[in-house]
């Protein structure tokens, strides 16, 4: 009851404040919400090939992501940063384009004007656990917050998806229908497909890490659990993949963003934590096997066509209480296991089943093949009815 009463009383000032500055003309600009930052930095870098005009971020607190060389503006959207934080909302409401990332609260009382257009670029280029509508978690929610989940949705004028498969779920997710669904692709997918970009991240990486010049990488990428905001605890052992595997591996370790590390490293030039480093797709390409579970990590990894292993150990458990994609054992392009040893058989018999994996990535990556980011700076510029010359 609390914690809504605070929503509640946050809402409407933000509204009152959208109001306010909404008497205000409208501006050619594309304004960015950032909860993650790389699909708004690829797709900016491509509007900026296709306009001039001013582009802006308002990067939330959590957001780590370097944004340099496409925007005007890089403004922090936080409440605690009062000016700051109006002079966000006063762009939110003169910008012809919204480009979000994540799902943010203060849309539900944001009802942008007729010329302007609202677009959901996600962080995730498919879904293994459920999200919006089809969490089970949602359903325990109060009325109010249901209403507000839908109001959000609701703003997306687009959404875009890099397959047929993320369509139909964000259908479902959002509440949505097909025409606000657009086939672009996703934008920070582009960087797989761009040879000298990759070949310069590789050789930086091999400079800040060395020691991936000797050994194989093995990058153990687990999903987020609520109950690790407070009390992080790391499932896997590390001890028994250092005694079997630190010969011939090294193990890289990225949480994520919202969980914070207080591991003490004590496997020297064997367990890396490379939680800070910005872009997993970066790390990606010095990665020989990724461990994961419930993580979108996979559907751009599967890109490369290396081998996965998926650590289940609390499958019933999360499924029960996030819900997980159907048949979910069957469809990950990798072996499904629970413990630390099937781990290491599977490494030391190299038993990846990698035939899985490019039909995997064929369904989930089916419109992203190296011009996303374009195709989406074409839909911001498509979609305005307003003169951008």
């Known amino acids: 009851m609390v914690r809504e009463l605070i929503i509640f009383i946050y809402l409407l000032l933000f509204k009152i404040a959208f109001n306010f500055f909404k008497v205000f003309p409208l501006q050619i600009k594309t304004v960015c919400v950032a909860s993650f930052g790389d699909n708004i930095d690829?797709?900016?870098a491509a509007l900026k090939t296709l306009s001039d005009e001013e582009?802006?971020?308002?990067?939330?607190?959590?957001?780590?992501y370097p944004f340099n060389t496409n925007t005007s503006q890089v403004i922090p959207f936080t409440i605690g940063k009062p000016f700051s934080f109006l002079k966000s909302i006063y762009h939110l409401a003169t910008a012809t384009t919204i480009l979000?990332?994540?799902y943010f609260a203060f849309l539900s009382v944001t009802k942008f004007r007729e010329d302007s257009t609202c677009i959901q670029l996600w962080h995730a280029a498919?879904?293994?656990?459920?999200?919006g509508l089809q969490q089970p978690s949602t359903n325990d929610r109060g009325s109010i917050s249901r209403k507000r989940f839908v109001k959000v949705y609701n703003r997306f004028d687009y959404t875009i998806v890099g397959s047929?498969?993320?369509a139909a779920i964000f259908q479902k997710s959002f509440g949505l229908p097909d025409s606000r669904i657009k086939r672009t692709g996703i934008p920070r997918s582009d960087f797989f497909f761009k040879s000298t970009e990759t070949d310069n991240v590789l050789k930086k990486l091999l400079h800040r890490y060395p020691i991936i010049k000797q050994k194989k990488v093995i990058l153990y990428a687990p999903t987020f659990r609520l109950q690790e905001l407070n009390e992080f605890?790391?499932?896997?052992?590390?001890?028994?993949?250092?005694?079997s595997l630190s010969t011939d591996y090294v193990?890289?370790?990225k949480l994520h963003p919202a969980v914070t590390s207080n591991l003490t490293i004590l496997y020297k030039n064997f367990l890396y934590d490379v939680s800070d480093y910005y872009d997993i797709n970066h790390l990606l390409l010095c990665t020989d096997l990724l461990i994961t579970d419930y993580s979108s990590i996979p559907f751009e990894f599967s890109l490369l066509e290396r081998p996965m292993i998926f650590y289940a150990y609390d499958k019933e458990a999360y499924e029960g209480e996030n819900g997980l994609i159907s048949n979910y054992q069957n469809r990950m392009p990798g072996q499904v296991v629970s413990t630390t040893e099937e781990i290491i058989e599977i490494i030391k018999s190299n038993n990846y089943e990698t035939d899985r994996i490019r039909a995997f990535s064929e369904e989930w990556n089916l419109y992203s093949k190296g011009h996303s980011s374009l195709n989406v700076a074409r839909l911001i510029i498509d979609s305005r009815s307003v003169d951008t010359a």
């Open 42 to 44: 690829y797709t900016t």
């Open 55 to 64: 582009i802006i971020v308002l990067q939330e607190p959590s957001c780590h």
């Open 100 to 102: 979000v990332d994540n």
């Open 126 to 131: 498919g879904a293994i656990k459920k999200f």
């Open 164 to 166: 047929e498969t993320m």
């Open 233 to 243: 605890q790391l499932a896997i052992d590390i001890e028994q993949l250092y005694n």
């Open 251 to 253: 193990l890289f370790l």
